[in-house]
């Protein structure tokens, strides 16, 4: 009995490897993919899912920082890479309840 290959694809942009993600995680449910190998597959393309959205931000922060250069506004934050916002401190409040 010849098996068919498992092809994913391209993997040149954030969506694609998202798409072969979605691909091999229905491929291993519905058993036309060894549980093992494909588990083998996401561990890989969720790396690469990971270098993306970083080489991103990273480049959405230059780009924000030239922005604010030619606009002379105030210096752009860092992106956290953990995803986390920043802590916000309410002064008006301060804690108790109107």
Known sequence: MKT???RIGRLANLGQVVKALGKTIRAM???SLDSQVGARICNGLGIM???LETQKLEQLEARMGEIS???GSRPVIPLSIDHKPPLSINHE??????
Do not use: M, Y
């Not at 409040?93 to 109107?98: D, E, F, L």
């Open 93 to 98: 409040t301060n804690g108790s309840s109107h």
């Open 4 to 6: 068919k290959q498992f």
């Open 29 to 31: 449910s519905d058993g």
């Open 49 to 51: 899912r990971a270098c």
């Open 69 to 71: 250069r030619l606009l």
